[in-house]
């Protein structure tokens, strides 16, 4: 006799086998989600997985964004405006850009990103489905302007934080992001993926960021650096905004064992919002 468990067990079995026979778009997105995780790392393809063409450029980096922006809905957000701004800080090859125009098809996106070969990909992506309203600007978002030394990943860890592993070492033009934010009356989304820069641009912004609704931050922790996210939880409940946090890299024996990934001990992704959202 079947167990509760064994029950539930099968029923969700038998629910993904349902799925895969009668739904054809489920049957293709999964077939060329095999497809992709099949492709070597660093090698350039394109996809389908989204309806419309994808070009991307790394396959373990392009299914994680494809999980976590799709699958998982990870940004989002309701807004009372059909034409929402989004601050889209470290727009990588576009998945977020995508997602954004999916989620509001008038939305206004300012996109940053300063890795040249990926910013090619990204304006690819962007004429491939047919976007408009998306400002790319292929800088940098830092506390200033200036110029600054850049690790290439190869993939979205990208980064300012020049003692990371990478590919090679080029330079970056950057933005304030403060500039921006000002420059606004609202901004209805921000979003911070910007590889270990980020606690640097929220302290720069700490006392503006009451005119945004909803931030996203990936936090990042590296090894052998002070770990700031007491700092960042801070600032953002002194503008007024409650905080969730789901792990990203972590470890499950800390105090044993401590994984890294990309000179990353610890990953989180903060979700900032005010209490009437």
């Keep these: 006799m079947q167990s509760y468990k064994e029950k539930i067990v099968m029923l969700a079995l038998l629910k993904k086998i349902y799925r895969y026979v009668a739904n054809p778009t489920f049957r293709r997105q999964k077939n060329e989600y095999r497809r992709i995780k099949r492709i070597p790392r660093f090698t350039p393809f394109t996809t389908s997985i989204l309806g419309k063409q994808v070009h991307?450029?790394?396959s373990p980096s392009f299914l994680y964004m494809y999980r976590e922006i799709f699958r998982n809905e990870i940004y989002r957000f309701t807004c009372e405006s059909t034409s929402p701004l989004i601050l889209d800080c470290g727009g990588n090859i576009g998945m977020s850009t995508i997602y954004f125009k999916t989620l509001y098809p008038a939305a206004r996106?300012?996109?940053?990103?300063p890795d040249q070969e990926v910013v090619k990909i990204l304006k690819?992506?962007?004429k491939a489905h047919d976007l408009d309203k998306v400002r790319v600007i292929e800088k940098g978002v830092w506390k200033e302007k200036?110029?600054?030394d850049f690790i290439i990943s190869g993939?979205?860890?990208?980064?300012?934080?020049?003692?990371?592993?990478?590919?090679?070492?080029?330079?970056?033009q950057t933005v304030r992001l403060r500039d921006y934010i000002q420059s606004e009356e609202k901004v209805d989304f921000l979003k911070i993926d910007i590889e270990g820069a980020e606690t640097d641009v929220i302290l720069d912004c700490q006392d503006i960021l009451y005119r945004i609704d909803h931030i996203f931050v990936e936090y990042h922790s590296f090894v052998n650096h002070v770990q700031t996210l007491d700092i960042i939880v801070t600032i953002l409940k002194n503008n007024g905004f409650r905080v969730h946090i789901h792990t990203g890299l972590t470890?499950?024996?800390?105090?044993?064992?401590?994984?890294?990934r990309l000179g990353q001990d610890?990953?989180?992704n903060i979700f900032a919002y005010k209490d009437s959202n």
């Design 56 to 58: 991307a450029i790394d």
């Design 109 to 113: 996106i300012i996109t940053f990103e």
């Design 124 to 126: 690819k992506n962007i």
């Design 146 to 148: 200036t110029e600054l």
């Design 155 to 172: 993939s979205d860890g990208s980064s300012i934080v020049t003692d990371k592993p990478g590919i090679s070492k080029s330079t970056i």
């Design 251 to 260: 470890s499950a024996q800390p105090f044993y064992h401590r994984r890294t």
């Design 266 to 268: 610890l990953q989180l």
